[in-house]
C-alpha cells in the first residue's frame, strides 16, 4: 500500500464508468484504504452526484455512450464553483489519442485500463496531496486577507462601530457560519450587543436594552487566562440553563465564545454560531478567532484613548471659545461666528441682526457692591441672555466687560425687537438690587439694534458699528430701553 501524504479519511472520490466492473475494481481498491467512494455510470449522473455532493477528486472514463468524459469536463471546468477539482481520465490504451484533447480541456492525469493498483493509489494520492496544500495555501491566504483587512479597518478608523461591524461581517463570510456578534459587559454580568453579521438579529439585539449576559460572565470573570469557550453539540455541553435557553431559542447547534478583555478587565466577547448542524470546532479556526480578537483589543483600546483624547480637545475648544466667567461665548468666538453667518447670509440673501448690550452704571455697581457682587450680577445678565435666544445658530457673547452682544442669523427688524423686549422683561422680574442707578433701583439693561442684509460693499463692521450706535443712542435716550436703526443699505465708497 501506497502510504499516503494526508489520510484518505479526509477525502471524497467520485468514480465515473460506464463499466460495472470497472466500479467493482475501484471499490475494491479504493474503500479498504479508507477513502469516501460515490459512483456514477454516465456523464447526466456524474454531474448531478457533483452538483449534490463537491469531490475531491473525480476518477473519470473518457468514452461513454450519450455523454463522453470529455463533455463531462467541460462542463465541469466551465463552472467557477468546480473547476478546481482535480479530474483524472480514465482510458484504455487504444483511447490515448483523445488525451491531448482532454488535458487541453483541464485534465491533470490519466489512468489506463486495466488498472495498476500501486500507480493508481500513487497517482490518486499525489493530487489529493497537491489539492490539499493548495486548499491550505488557499485558506492561509483568505486568513491573512481578513487579519489584514481588520488590521487595516483599525489603523484607517478610529470608529469603533465601523471595526466592529467589519470584523463580524468577515468572520462570518470566512468561517461560513450562522451568526457572529460582538458584545459589551456593561457592568458585572450585563451586557450590550455592539455588532452582529446577521440582519435578523439585530432587532433583538442591536439596541439599547441591556442584557443578562451572566452564563457568560461567569465562566471568564475569574480568569484572565480562560481565553474559549467551544461547543461543538449543545446537547452534550456543560452549560447552565440560561446559556443552553438563549442558544435554543436562536436555534444554535454549535457555538464558540472568545472572551475580549483590556488589560485587567473583561471588556466583552466574540459570539460565533453554527446553526445548521453540530459542528467540530478546527484548532486552525479557534487559531484565528484567537488572532482577531487579539487585533480587536488593540482596536477597542484605541477607541478608548481616541475619546479621552476628543474629549479633552473639545473641553480645550470650549475653553477656548467660552468666557470664563458668565460661560458664554467671548470675544474670540463672536468674531468668528458673526463672519461664518455674514458668508453664509450674503449667499442666501437673508437678513442678520445684531444687538448690543449693555449693563447700566454698572462701574458704580461695583464700587458700591464690590467686584464679586459684580461678577455674581454679569452672571445672571448673562443666563437671561442665553435664555432669550432659542435657534442652534443664534450666539450670546461677552463682548467686553459689563458689555454683551447677541447675534441673530434670519431675523429682521421685528424679530430682533422681539428678543430685546424679552431680555427687557426677563431683567425686570430679576430685581437685581442697584442703589445707586440714575434709572431705576434694579439692575437695567441698554441695548442697540441693527439688521443688516450682507452685501460685498458691507462688511461685519458695519454692522457691529450700526449696533454700537444705536447702544449709545438708548444710553444717551435715559438708559433702561432698547433702539433700533433702519436696515443698512450698500455703503456708499
Not at 452526484?49 to 450519450?66: N, T, V, Y
Not at 487579519?147 to 461591524?165: A, E, F, T, V
Not at 449543545?234 to 435554543?248: K, Q, Y
Request: proline fraction near 3%.
Amino acid at each position: 500500500m501506497v502510504q499516503q501524504s494526508v489520510p484518505p479519511q479526509n477525502f471524497f472520490i467520485l468514480v465515473v464508468d460506464d463499466v460495472a466492473l470497472n466500479l467493482k475494481i475501484l471499490r475494491a481498491i479504493l474503500e479498504p484504504i479508507g477513502y469516501e467512494v460515490s459512483f456514477a455510470t454516465s456523464g447526466k449522473q456524474a454531474l448531478a452526484r457533483i452538483a449534490s455532493a463537491k469531490p475531491d477528486i473525480i476518477l473519470l472514463d473518457l468514452m461513454m455512450p450519450d455523454m463522453d468524459g470529455l463533455e463531462v469536463c467541460q462542463v465541469i471546468k466551465s463552472d467557477p464553483e468546480l473547476a478546481e477539482i482535480p479530474i483524472i481520465f480514465l482510458t484504455a490504451s487504444q483511447e490515448k489519442e483523445h488525451l491531448l484533447q482532454a488535458f487541453e480541456l483541464g485534465a491533470v492525469d490519466y489512468l489506463t485500463k486495466p488498472f495498476n493498483k500501486l500507480e493508481l493509489l500513487a497517482r490518486i494520492n499525489t493530487h489529493l496531496t497537491l489539492k490539499h496544500y493548495q486548499n491550505c495555501l488557499q485558506k492561509q491566504a483568505e486568513q491573512e486577507r481578513l487579519r489584514n483587512k481588520i488590521i487595516y479597518s483599525i489603523r484607517c478608523s478610529l470608529d469603533l462601530n465601523h471595526i466592529l461591524q467589519t470584523a463580524v461581517s468577515e468572520i462570518c463570510y470566512f468561517l461560513k457560519v450562522d451568526k457572529v456578534t460582538i458584545f459589551n459587559f456593561t457592568n458585572l454580568c450585563q451586557g450590550k450587543f455592539l455588532a452582529e453579521s446577521t440582519p435578523t438579529m439585530c432587532q433583538i439585539f442591536i439596541d439599547e436594552n441591556i442584557h443578562n449576559l451572566s452564563w457568560i460572565y461567569q465562566n471568564f470573570h475569574f480568569s484572565n487566562s480562560s481565553r474559549f469557550q467551544v461547543i461543538d453539540n449543545i446537547n452534550d455541553a456543560n452549560i447552565s440553563p440560561l446559556h443552553l435557553d438563549f442558544l435554543m431559542s436562536e436555534g444554535v447547534k454549535s457555538e464558540v465564545i472568545v472572551p475580549i478583555y483590556q488589560q485587567e478587565y473583561l471588556w466583552g466577547g466574540l459570539i460565533v454560531h453554527h446553526c445548521q448542524n453540530n459542528h467540530s470546532w478546527s484548532i486552525d479556526e479557534i487559531k484565528l478567532l484567537s488572532e482577531l480578537v487579539e487585533q480587536l483589543e488593540v482596536a477597542i483600546q484605541q477607541s478608548q484613548l481616541y475619546q479621552k483624547l476628543d474629549h479633552a480637545y473639545q473641553e480645550l475648544q470650549r475653553l477656548a471659545h467660552t468666557d470664563s466667567l458668565t460661560n458664554v461665548a467671548n470675544r474670540r468666538q463672536f468674531d468668528q461666528h458673526i463672519s461664518q453667518e455674514w458668508l453664509r447670509l450674503k449667499r442666501e440673501q437673508k437678513y442678520l441682526s445684531l444687538i448690543m448690550c449693555d449693563v447700566d452704571y454698572f462701574k458704580l455697581y461695583n464700587d458700591c457692591y464690590g467686584h464679586p457682587s459684580g461678577d455674581v450680577c454679569l452672571q445672571k445678565v448673562a443666563k437671561i441672555l442665553s435664555e432669550s435666544i432659542k435657534r442652534p445658530a443664534d450666539l450670546v457673547a461677552r463682548y467686553g466687560g459689563e458689555e454683551f452682544a447677541i447675534i441673530l442669523p434670519q431675523t429682521n427688524t421685528e424679530g430682533a425687537i422681539n428678543v430685546a423686549q424679552q431680555i427687557q422683561q426677563a431683567i425686570d422680574d430679576l430685581k437685581i438690587p442697584h442703589i445707586k442707578s440714575q434709572v431705576k433701583q434694579y439692575i437695567t439693561l441698554s441695548m442697540g439694534i441693527a439688521t443688516i442684509m450682507p452685501h460685498d460693499n458691507l462688511t461685519t463692521d458695519d454692522l457691529i458699528a450700526a449696533a454700537d450706535k444705536e447702544l449709545y443712542t438708548a444710553k444717551a435716550n435715559g438708559r433702561n430701553q432698547y433702539c433700533q436703526g433702519v436696515i443698512l443699505g450698500v455703503r456708499n465708497n
